[in-house]
């Protein structure tokens, strides 16, 4: 599995609310099915909580060794994304959440998944 330990976090610079938004478009894993590499890219978006309940922000380079530590892993792109979900909210606490991936083709389908953790505000909500 995904190496969590990778995952280190910086303390939130304020109490008011934001949103981050980090994108990986290289990310690869293996599909479980075939062994052949699966392709696509991770979108996660949150707001940490504020400085003074301890919210905290992921480090860049922590999620980026984070993400390739999937690269050999047999694993369906619904556990990525959920994973991804469950693995950030352990490390962040934030007020919300959002995964979203996306997968390029094979055999013609391209796949979109969505993972929420908390109330996530409407204008966050069917984004890509």
Partial sequence: MPDTTLLECFPSPGDEAFVVE???EEF???CPVTGHPDFGAIT???????AKDGGVCVELKSLKLYF???RNEGIYYEAVT??????MVEAMRPR???VVTHWRGRGGIRSVIR??????PAEWRGKG
């Fill in 68 to 70: 390739q530590s999937f």
């Fill in 96 to 98: 919300w959440l959002q």
């Fill in 28 to 30: 690869t894993s293996v």
């Fill in 115 to 120: 993972a929420d953790h908390g109330d996530v």
């Fill in 44 to 50: 996660v978006r949150f707001s940490p909580r504020g």
């Fill in 22 to 24: 980090h994108v990986n």
């Fill in 82 to 87: 959920n994973t991804v979900r469950d693995h």
